[in-house]
């Protein structure tokens, strides 16, 4: 955790730093950069899920019984449409047995503020951890809402993954939600003056859908 970001998880990993730098390159195309998300997302499921709850089992092995661990939680992953849908997918690669609430906002372009137009989330969503899936997190205004959406539904036990985090929207999560701790695979420099990550890899929506 840098020290100055007490709630933040920086993935120093060079294999997700690697993939990361081809999705920064303006010339790496949706198909790739659709693939190089879903990757990095299950490379930090691994990190993110490290404090689930696991009890002991007994395991009737071919050659003798034995003990073993299982996660024993429901697990819900929440993507906010559109970017986050991209990541789900590598993180359901990796736990097939989580479930997906989605949460719809967008950023006014002019404001910067979020505006929800969708919430569909499993009615017992405080009954496991909750991770919010979003790759950008610039301002934090639309994971701040997010997280106040999830909160309002009954999410006790909140966490995030991003891809790219501005100073600015990991300090506005403190801020706003102490309890989160925020993944991400970089900490960026700042923001721009239209509310754009520097250096950023552009419009996640946009760069993963092919809509630019
Ligand atoms: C992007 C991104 C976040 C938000 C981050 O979504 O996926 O949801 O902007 O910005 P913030 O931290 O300043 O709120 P966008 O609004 O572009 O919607 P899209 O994914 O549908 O393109
Ligand atoms: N949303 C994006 O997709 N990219 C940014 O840099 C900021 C917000």
Wanted: aromatic share 6%.
């Amino acid at each position: 955790m840098p020290p100055e970001h007490p709630n933040l998880v920086v993935f120093d990993h060079p294999l997700i730093q690697h993939k990361l730098s081809w999705l920064r390159d303006r010339h790496t195309g949706y198909r790739p950069f659709r693939a190089l998300v879903t990757q990095i997302a299950g490379l930090m499921v691994y990190e993110v899920t490290r404090s689930f709850p696991a009890v002991e089992i007994d395991i009737d092995s071919p050659l003798e019984p034995t003990r073993g661990l299982r996660i024993n939680a429901k697990i819900t992953v929440v993507p906010v449409l559109r970017a986050g849908l991209g990541m789900t997918a590598g993180i359901l690669d990796v736990m097939p047995e989580a479930r997906v609430g989605h949460l719809g906002l967008y950023r006014d372009e002019e404001t910067l503020e979020p505006h929800a137009y969708l919430e569909r989330l499993p009615s017992d969503l405080g009954a496991g951890p909750v991770v919010l899936v979003d790759p950008m997190l610039a301002t934090g205004g639309s994971a701040s809402a997010a997280l106040g959406m999830l909160r309002k539904a009954g999410a006790t036990d909140l966490r995030m993954i991003c891809l790219v985090a501005a100073p600015e929207g990991v300090e506005r999560i403190r801020r706003d939600h102490p309890d989160v701790t925020v993944y991400t695979a970089a900490l960026d420099r700042q923001l721009d003056g239209r509310g754009y990550i520097l250096p950023g890899l552009g419009d996640a929506g946009d760069r993963l859908f092919g809509t630019e």
